[in-house]
């Protein structure tokens, strides 16, 4: 079985009681009332998930399993002479729950390198597509071409005991994280390199692996990557791409599907192309300001006349977070210690002295912060990765790791299939009016 699925038996069945006995003594315990503006508005605020991999707080950003970006970087494990943590190694925490050793994360590497072969009939699907195709389409395209490697699919349809759907969905959460960085990296070397693919290096960990298939070796890149992979990895479970990938799942979808609707999530202008639109929207602040380096205040300027015209500073506000995201802060101490003195990077730092108290003084920005996607751009850009429509695949590559995780802990737990109720408009007229009540 493996000693890390063996210890995430223990470690769900123990949990899985604790459950139990809190829908049993406490089921009928309300948590929160629901505003008929949260009902319109996107859900916003509404507690309606459980997901174990990590939770977000308005004001300390994201915790995965209790730990802080700050203190992730610090305490899991780098590669000999890195100083970026492994992505292995935040798998194994928001699995298992527990900060990995050395081995727990070479075990891991070892793992997904001896599960990481992609049949060849997944880049066929993939070749099936225009070279024009924006990457996000070929990516998920990829993963469902990939569905026909799901060990979940074949048991559920064979007949299985449901005590028994957590090891089939582990083993297709193993099989897809390790397959995903071949996958993307052979959609970007189709898309932006003439088709000239690189082959993996097994020597190599996922992520410093995932860079080499990219092209790019550079061991600044790659400890980009590494730190990436983390801080993109999860997001508690209400976001589209995190919430998608459950509720496909809660109907007993296996990895491949459920992830490829997510990812359908994730390529959404609003959450995670995000990332390609902020670093659209700085080099054309740049090109209509001349070139070079801009001024304080015409950063200024340029951001009054982007809202004047009712559009938004693309990498700045949050659904939920009331201050400057961890992620955008662990970037920016990255170039600080590897690229200060590149001049796009400075224009990033230019725009988060600016923006903010702009969107401040409008009075209606309950977060004028810039959230994760404000910065990563441009330090792609430093490394030659100016491609800016992949980057959404970077994130989706990433985001697997949380959600798979997740995944696994659904079935591990037994989660139900998901269906909240719906109402019409006429049903809430005459329930403000009194005529009828809540179920």
């Not at 957590?166 to 193993?174: E, K, L, V």
């Not at 920005?365 to 430093?382: E, F, I, Q, R, T």
């Amino acid at each position: 079985m493996g000693y890390i699925k063996e210890k995430f038996k223990v470690k769900a069945d123990e949990l899985n009681a604790e459950v139990k006995d809190l829908v049993k003594n406490h089921g009928t315990r309300k948590i929160e009332d629901v505003t008929l503006a949260q009902v319109y508005q996107g859900m916003r605020g509404i507690t309606g998930l459980v997901t174990e991999t990590s939770l977000l707080d308005a004001n300390e950003g994201i915790r995965f399993r209790g730990y802080s970006i700050p203190e992730l970087r610090e305490k899991l494990p780098k590669v000999k002479g890195g100083a970026e943590p492994l992505p292995e190694g935040l798998f194994y925490l928001m699995l298992i729950g527990e900060l990995p050793s050395d081995a727990d994360v070479q075990y891991l590497s070892d793992l997904w390198e001896s599960r990481s072969e992609v049949p060849a009939h997944v880049f066929a699907a993939i070749d099936a597509l225009p070279v024009s195709a924006h990457p996000m389409t070929q990516f998920t395209v990829g993963v469902m071409a990939l569905q026909t490697e799901s060990v979940f699919a074949k048991e559920y349809a064979e007949g299985m005991n449901k005590k028994d759907y957590w090891s089939y969905m582990y083993d297709d959460a193993i099989d897809l994280i390790a397959r995903l960085p071949r996958i993307a990296a052979y959609i970007y070397r189709r898309k932006y390199k003439d088709g000239k693919h690189i082959a993996p290096n097994n020597q190599l960990d996922w992520a410093g692996n995932f860079a080499h298939m990219l092209g790019y070796d550079n061991e600044g890149f790659k400890e980009l990557m590494r730190l990436y992979m983390v801080i993109h990895a999860d997001h508690e479970g209400g976001n589209v791409s995190a919430h998608t990938t459950h509720l496909v799942g809660s109907a007993l979808s296996d990895a491949y599907l459920s992830f490829a609707a997510g990812m359908n999530g994730l390529a959404g202008p609003l959450h995670g192309l995000a990332n390609q639109e902020v670093i659209k929207w700085i080099l054309s602040m740049r090109e209509e300001l001349g070139g070079g380096m801009p001024t304080k205040q015409q950063i200024e300027d340029y951001v009054r006349k982007t809202l004047s015209e009712g559009k938004v500073v693309p990498g700045y506000g949050h659904a939920v977070l009331r201050k400057t995201d961890p992620r955008f802060t662990a970037q920016m101490e990255f170039a600080k210690k590897h690229l200060a003195d590149d001049e796009l990077v400075k224009i990033v730092w230019l725009v988060y002295e600016t923006v903010p108290p702009i969107l401040q003084d409008l009075g209606k920005v309950k977060n004028p912060w810039p959230n994760v996607d404000a910065h990563s751009g441009a330090l792609l850009v430093h490394y030659g990765l100016v491609e800016y429509e992949f980057y959404t695949v970077l994130f989706g590559v990433s985001r697997a790791l949380g959600v798979l995780a997740s995944l696994t802990w659904d079935r591990a737990l037994g989660f139900s299939l998901e269906r909240p109720k719906s109402v019409t408009t006429e049903w809430m007229k005459q329930f403000v009016e009194g005529k009828v009540e809540a179920e």
